[in-house]
């Protein structure tokens, strides 16, 4: 009989593509003597230089340049853009008009959670290596899934002129308005979406979620009147609740070596995190009736919502909620007198927020008294999210170092999908080394 081999001092272990994310980055684990040492998300992913690019820019360029950050998400971008510019110029765009971009903010929220729950994230828990594969042996549901996402886009597109980097929405409010009629063909593809979402929330509260619970400070907008996307006050799990202009005052952002993205953290406390989970755990008392009760046929409780991995829940209700939304929206819609009110520029600096599809999303814009950008700092989701991302592998990987390179390897790529991250607007992910002794 062979002996044993003796157990390797050092592991590395190398996930070369990691697929069902957006953009480029790495994960590097060191684990010695039984303990985890250092756990990084190194984004490799070159800087895009936005912030830069718009400086110098008319203020009324904000929201379609930035709208280029991500085809995913575009409508977040232009929304908290045109929030900053808009504060900085002393204009509140309310009314009809507020309703319409919310219904536009809708639309991107049905298209990426469809395409995060169905294609990216449920192949996780059911042992699929792709949505492609998983739509082998589910194609009913993939297909009604696909057609949930087309539904948002098709919002969009009747919204914004184009599903992808949509044109429409400026600053002031919109270059047009749709009539009602051009809701006609949409409202039918969401009626069958929100039954799709029904039951993509039942199917996905049948997984497996691993055992992994997480102290977490969960950061959202919140607003009294609804379920905040595109307006409301800065709240967290730990009591902080202010103003969208004194963003600067608690968060601040930091350069860490292993990363092109910045770090974001809460100066009094540290990590955070922000998303689909924060916004249930803090808002789902404003969630649609629809929508509370799909939460609660899944066993969704948002005072006891910390396992990172049933985030595909809240993604779910999400669904249910933005379809929901949107058939209320498009059944009292009118078109008001004028697509948008006047604009004009004055030394000021402005700021904004809007609830991205994977959570807060920060802008800030200093212009001149001719409306001409000399400052901007643009917040996305995913950096405010990296402190945390990081936080959770520590500690999965410190209570699941026994598993085999593969099934590690596996599992952590599974940590990172729970929190939808887009690398392309702040970080992405692809290879994972782990050293081991």
Same mark, same amino acid.
């Given at each position: 009989m062979s002996k044993p081999s003796e157990p390797r001092r050092t592991r590395t272990i190398r996930t070369d593509f990691l697929a069902r994310v957006e953009g480029e980055g790495a994960m590097y684990v060191k684990i010695r003597d039984g303990a985890v040492q250092a756990v990084e998300l190194r984004i490799y992913e070159p800087p895009r230089f936005f912030e830069a690019l718009l400086r110098g820019r008319d203020f009324r360029e904000a929201p379609d340049i930035t709208s280029r950050i991500c085809g995913i998400c575009p409508i977040a971008y232009q929304t908290s853009a045109v929030n900053a510019i808009e504060d900085a110029c002393g204009v509140v765009v309310d009314g009809r008009l507020r309703e319409l971009r919310r219904l536009l903010y809708c639309g991107e929220w049905i298209e990426s959670h469809a395409l995060h729950v169905l294609?990216?994230?449920?192949?996780?828990?059911?042992?699929?290596?792709?949505?492609?594969?998983?739509?082998?042996?589910?194609?009913?549901?993939?297909?009604?899934?696909?057609?949930?996402?087309?539904?948002?886009?098709?919002?969009?597109?009747?919204?914004?002129?184009?599903?992808?980097?949509?044109?429409?929405?400026?600053?002031?409010?919109?270059?047009?308005?749709?009539?009602?009629?051009?809701?006609?063909?949409?409202?039918?593809?969401?009626?069958?979406?929100?039954?799709?979402?029904?039951?993509?929330?039942?199917?996905?509260?049948?997984?497996?979620?691993?055992?992994?619970?997480?102290?977490?400070?969960?950061?959202?907008m919140s607003h009294p009147e609804d379920y905040a996307i595109e307006r409301g006050r800065i709240v967290s799990s730990a009591g902080l609740d202010i103003d969208v202009r004194a963003y600067d005052e608690h968060f601040v952002e930091e350069h860490v070596e292993h990363s092109n993205a910045l770090h974001s953290r809460?100066? *009094?406390?540290?990590?955070?995190?922000?998303? =689909?989970?924060?916004?249930? #755990?803090?808002?789902?008392? $404003? /969630?649609?009736?629809?929508a509370r009760e799909a939460a609660a046929e899944a066993g969704l409780d948002a005072a006891a919502c910390r396992n990172p991995f049933r985030s595909i829940l809240a993604?779910?209700?999400?669904?249910?909620?933005?379809?929901?939304?949107?058939?209320?929206?498009?059944?009292r819609w009118q078109p008001p007198e004028q697509p948008a009110v006047d604009v004009v520029p004055r030394q000021a600096t402005g700021y904004g927020c809007s609830e991205a599809p994977r959570g807060l999303l920060y802008h800030r814009y200093s212009i001149d008294g001719d409306?001409?950008?000399?400052?901007?700092?643009?917040?996305?989701?995913?950096?405010?999210?990296?402190?945390?991302?990081?936080?959770?592998?520590?500690?999965?990987?410190?209570?699941?170092?026994?598993?085999?390179?593969?099934?590690?390897?596996?599992?952590? *790529?599974?940590?990172?999908?729970?929190?939808? =991250?887009?690398?392309?607007? #702040?970080?992405?992910?692809? $290879? /994972?080394?782990?050293?081991r002794a």
């Amino acid at each position: 009989m062979s002996k044993p081999s003796e157990p390797r001092r050092t592991r590395t272990i190398r996930t070369d593509f990691l697929a069902r994310v957006e953009g480029e980055g790495a994960m590097y684990v060191k684990i010695r003597d039984g303990a985890v040492q250092a756990v990084e998300l190194r984004i490799y992913e070159p800087p895009r230089f936005f912030e830069a690019l718009l400086r110098g820019r008319d203020f009324r360029e904000a929201p379609d340049i930035t709208s280029r950050i991500c085809g995913i998400c575009p409508i977040a971008y232009q929304t908290s853009a045109v929030n900053a510019i808009e504060d900085a110029c002393g204009v509140v765009v309310d009314g009809r008009l507020r309703e319409l971009r919310r219904l536009l903010y809708c639309g991107e929220w049905i298209e990426s959670h469809a395409l995060h729950v169905l294609m990216l994230h449920a192949p996780d828990f059911l042992g699929y290596e792709s949505g492609i594969a998983l739509a082998r042996d589910h194609p009913d549901l993939v297909q009604a899934g696909l057609q949930l996402k087309k539904a948002g886009n098709q919002l969009v597109t009747v919204i914004g002129g184009r599903e992808i980097h949509p044109v429409n929405l400026r600053v002031g409010g919109f270059y047009r308005s749709p009539e009602p009629r051009e809701f006609a063909a949409v409202r039918e593809a969401l009626e069958r979406g929100r039954e799709t979402s029904l039951a993509l929330t039942r199917w996905a509260a049948g997984f497996t979620f691993p055992e992994f619970e997480q102290d977490y400070e969960f950061v959202a907008m919140s607003h009294p009147e609804d379920y905040a996307i595109e307006r409301g006050r800065i709240v967290s799990s730990a009591g902080l609740d202010i103003d969208v202009r004194a963003y600067d005052e608690h968060f601040v952002e930091e350069h860490v070596e292993h990363s092109n993205a910045l770090h974001s953290r809460l100066r *009094e406390r540290g990590s955070y995190c922000v998303g =689909p989970m924060a916004r249930f #755990a803090l808002n789902a008392d $404003r /969630l649609s009736p629809l929508a509370r009760e799909a939460a609660a046929e899944a066993g969704l409780d948002a005072a006891a919502c910390r396992n990172p991995f049933r985030s595909i829940l809240a993604r779910c209700v999400e669904l249910v909620y933005a379809c929901d939304e949107a058939l209320r929206l498009i059944d009292r819609w009118q078109p008001p007198e004028q697509p948008a009110v006047d604009v004009v520029p004055r030394q000021a600096t402005g700021y904004g927020c809007s609830e991205a599809p994977r959570g807060l999303l920060y802008h800030r814009y200093s212009i001149d008294g001719d409306g001409v950008i000399r400052d901007a700092q643009i917040v996305p989701p995913t950096s405010q999210n990296q402190l945390t991302i990081e936080r959770d592998l520590a500690e999965f990987v410190e209570h699941h170092q026994h598993l085999p390179d593969a099934a590690l390897t596996l599992a952590c *790529e599974q940590a990172i999908r729970n929190y939808d =991250p887009c690398i392309s607007c #702040a970080t992405h992910f692809l $290879r /994972l080394e782990v050293d081991r002794a």
